[in-house]
Protein backbone atom coordinates (compact mmCIF):
# COMPACT_ATOMS: atom_id res chain seq x y z
CA UNK A 1 0.00 0.00 0.00
CA UNK A 2 1.48 3.17 -1.20
CA UNK A 3 2.11 5.81 1.75
CA UNK A 4 0.12 9.05 2.70
CA UNK A 5 2.81 11.31 0.62
CA UNK A 6 2.51 9.45 -2.50
CA UNK A 7 -1.50 9.13 -2.19
CA UNK A 8 -1.35 12.85 -1.97
CA UNK A 9 0.61 13.11 -4.66
CA UNK A 10 -1.89 10.85 -6.76
CA UNK A 11 -5.06 12.81 -5.72
CA UNK A 12 -3.62 16.16 -6.48
CA UNK A 13 -3.25 14.45 -9.91
CA UNK A 14 -6.63 13.86 -10.11
CA UNK A 15 -6.44 10.03 -9.71
CA UNK A 16 -10.20 8.96 -7.72
CA UNK A 17 -8.75 5.93 -6.53
CA UNK A 18 -5.97 7.80 -4.49
CA UNK A 19 -8.69 9.69 -2.53
CA UNK A 20 -10.52 6.67 -1.58
CA UNK A 21 -7.10 4.95 -0.67
CA UNK A 22 -6.10 8.32 1.35
CA UNK A 23 -9.55 8.04 3.29
CA UNK A 24 -8.99 4.42 3.97
CA UNK A 25 -5.10 5.01 5.44
CA UNK A 26 -6.02 8.32 7.61
CA UNK A 27 -9.82 7.26 8.50
CA UNK A 28 -9.06 6.42 12.12
CA UNK A 29 -6.65 9.37 12.84
CA UNK A 30 -9.69 11.45 11.33
CA UNK A 31 -11.84 10.60 13.09
CA UNK A 32 -9.51 10.88 15.98
CA UNK A 33 -9.73 15.03 15.45
CA UNK A 34 -13.37 14.53 14.73
CA UNK A 35 -14.35 12.87 18.20
CA UNK A 36 -11.84 15.28 19.71
CA UNK A 37 -13.44 18.32 18.17
CA UNK A 38 -16.76 16.99 18.68
CA UNK A 39 -16.16 16.36 22.69
CA UNK A 40 -15.22 19.67 23.17
CA UNK A 41 -18.01 21.67 21.39
CA UNK A 42 -20.86 19.09 22.61
CA UNK A 43 -23.71 20.93 22.06
CA UNK A 44 -24.13 20.12 17.57
CA UNK A 45 -26.15 17.59 16.19
CA UNK A 46 -23.10 16.48 14.09
CA UNK A 47 -21.52 12.95 14.68
CA UNK A 48 -18.18 12.14 14.23
CA UNK A 49 -18.62 10.06 10.76
CA UNK A 50 -20.50 13.14 9.23
CA UNK A 51 -17.57 15.91 10.68
CA UNK A 52 -15.02 13.50 9.01
CA UNK A 53 -16.51 12.90 5.94
CA UNK A 54 -18.29 16.39 5.53
CA UNK A 55 -13.96 17.36 5.55
CA UNK A 56 -12.92 14.90 3.49
CA UNK A 57 -15.34 16.12 0.85
CA UNK A 58 -14.56 19.87 1.29
CA UNK A 59 -10.98 18.70 1.45
CA UNK A 60 -11.14 17.70 -2.36
CA UNK A 61 -13.92 19.35 -3.49
CA UNK A 62 -12.70 21.86 -6.84
CA UNK A 63 -9.40 21.80 -6.95
CA UNK A 64 -7.97 19.49 -3.68
CA UNK A 65 -5.51 19.72 -1.02
CA UNK A 66 -2.26 20.73 -1.49
CA UNK A 67 -0.97 18.90 1.60
CA UNK A 68 2.97 17.78 1.51
CA UNK A 69 2.76 14.99 4.17
CA UNK A 70 1.00 12.97 6.20
CA UNK A 71 1.14 15.69 9.21
CA UNK A 72 0.04 18.39 7.05
CA UNK A 73 -2.70 16.69 5.70
CA UNK A 74 -3.76 16.11 9.36
CA UNK A 75 -3.32 19.78 10.01
CA UNK A 76 -5.64 20.75 6.96
CA UNK A 77 -8.13 18.17 7.36
CA UNK A 78 -8.43 19.83 11.48
CA UNK A 79 -9.28 22.88 9.67
CA UNK A 80 -11.51 21.95 7.26
CA UNK A 81 -13.73 20.24 10.52
CA UNK A 82 -13.03 23.69 12.02
CA UNK A 83 -14.82 25.49 9.49
CA UNK A 84 -17.93 23.12 9.13
CA UNK A 85 -18.47 23.50 12.95
CA UNK A 86 -18.07 27.15 12.91
CA UNK A 87 -20.24 26.96 10.05
CA UNK A 88 -22.80 24.82 11.87
CA UNK A 89 -22.96 26.92 15.30
CA UNK A 90 -22.96 29.77 12.92
CA UNK A 91 -26.26 29.02 11.42
CA UNK A 92 -27.89 27.69 14.98
CA UNK A 93 -27.29 31.37 16.67
CA UNK A 94 -28.56 32.41 13.24
CA UNK A 95 -32.10 31.19 14.28
CA UNK A 96 -31.96 32.41 17.81
CA UNK A 97 -33.03 36.07 17.65
CA UNK A 98 -31.06 38.21 20.03
CA UNK A 99 -28.64 36.09 21.47
CA UNK A 100 -25.26 37.19 22.57
CA UNK A 101 -21.68 35.66 21.96
CA UNK A 102 -20.46 35.42 25.23
CA UNK A 103 -16.53 35.89 26.05
CA UNK A 104 -14.69 32.56 27.15
CA UNK A 105 -11.56 31.54 27.47
CA UNK A 106 -9.64 28.09 26.26
CA UNK A 107 -10.26 26.28 29.39
CA UNK A 108 -14.10 27.10 30.45
CA UNK A 109 -15.78 24.37 28.23
CA UNK A 110 -16.35 22.19 31.27
CA UNK A 111 -19.76 23.28 33.79
CA UNK A 112 -21.50 25.02 30.02
CA UNK A 113 -24.80 24.35 29.16
CA UNK A 114 -24.51 23.06 25.45
CA UNK A 115 -26.24 25.93 24.10
CA UNK A 116 -23.65 28.48 25.69
CA UNK A 117 -20.85 25.88 24.03
CA UNK A 118 -21.73 27.48 20.59
CA UNK A 119 -21.61 30.75 21.21
CA UNK A 120 -18.20 30.30 22.82
CA UNK A 121 -16.94 28.22 19.83
CA UNK A 122 -17.75 31.16 17.41
CA UNK A 123 -15.99 33.49 20.05
CA UNK A 124 -13.06 31.99 20.41
CA UNK A 125 -13.12 31.49 16.33
CA UNK A 126 -13.83 35.20 15.87
CA UNK A 127 -10.88 35.48 18.08
CA UNK A 128 -8.46 33.09 15.89
CA UNK A 129 -8.96 34.77 13.11
CA UNK A 130 -7.79 38.34 14.37
CA UNK A 131 -5.07 36.18 15.96
CA UNK A 132 -4.43 34.99 12.44
CA UNK A 133 -4.16 38.10 10.76
CA UNK A 134 -1.56 39.57 13.66
CA UNK A 135 0.69 36.17 13.53
CA UNK A 136 -0.77 33.75 11.20
CA UNK A 137 1.35 31.04 12.80
CA UNK A 138 0.01 31.94 16.21
CA UNK A 139 -3.12 31.15 14.77
CA UNK A 140 -2.38 27.99 12.97
CA UNK A 141 -0.99 26.85 16.03
CA UNK A 142 -4.25 27.77 18.26
CA UNK A 143 -6.30 26.20 15.18
CA UNK A 144 -4.15 22.79 15.07
CA UNK A 145 -4.36 22.49 19.25
CA UNK A 146 -7.51 23.45 20.21
CA UNK A 147 -9.87 22.81 17.09
CA UNK A 148 -7.79 20.15 15.75
CA UNK A 149 -6.82 18.45 19.15
CA UNK A 150 -2.99 17.92 18.01
CA UNK A 151 -0.47 17.51 20.13
CA UNK A 152 2.24 19.84 20.56
CA UNK A 153 4.82 17.06 18.26
CA UNK A 154 1.87 16.52 15.52
CA UNK A 155 1.82 20.42 15.33
CA UNK A 156 5.41 20.87 15.18
CA UNK A 157 6.09 18.20 12.22
CA UNK A 158 3.26 19.55 10.81
CA UNK A 159 4.60 23.12 10.55
CA UNK A 160 7.63 21.99 9.96
CA UNK A 161 9.39 23.95 13.41
CA UNK A 162 10.63 22.57 16.62
CA UNK A 163 8.34 21.67 19.68
CA UNK A 164 9.62 23.36 21.69
CA UNK A 165 8.74 26.70 19.45
CA UNK A 166 5.13 24.84 19.70
CA UNK A 167 5.25 25.20 22.98
CA UNK A 168 6.62 28.73 23.63
CA UNK A 169 4.06 30.28 20.49
CA UNK A 170 1.23 28.31 22.18
CA UNK A 171 1.56 29.75 25.71
CA UNK A 172 2.12 33.54 23.70
CA UNK A 173 -1.00 32.68 22.05
CA UNK A 174 -3.26 31.74 24.65
CA UNK A 175 -2.20 34.44 26.63
CA UNK A 176 -3.08 36.76 23.37
CA UNK A 177 -6.22 35.25 23.18
CA UNK A 178 -6.94 35.41 26.59
CA UNK A 179 -6.48 39.31 26.00
CA UNK A 180 -8.72 39.01 23.40
CA UNK A 181 -11.78 37.14 24.98
CA UNK A 182 -11.72 39.29 28.52
CA UNK A 183 -11.85 42.80 26.17
CA UNK A 184 -14.65 41.42 24.39
CA UNK A 185 -16.44 40.19 27.44
CA UNK A 186 -15.84 44.11 28.89
CA UNK A 187 -17.18 45.31 25.34
CA UNK A 188 -20.56 43.47 25.69
Same mark, same amino acid.
Given at each position: $? ?7 ? *?? !? ?19 ? /?? *? ?21 ? #? ?22 ? !? ?12 ? #? *? ?21 ? $? ?8 ? *? ?18 ? $? ?9 ? /? ?5 ? !? ?20
Amino acid at each position: $MPNTTQLLA *RA !RAGVPEAREELLELVYDELRR /IA *RGQLRRRNGTSLVTTELVHEAFL #KLYSGLGVDAKDRAHFLAVAATAM !RQILIDHFRARQAD #K *RGSGVKATTLETFHGVSLEERGS $MVLAVHDALE *RLAQFDPRLGKIVECRFFGG $MTEGEIAEALG /ISKRTVS !REWRQAKAWLARELGASESAG
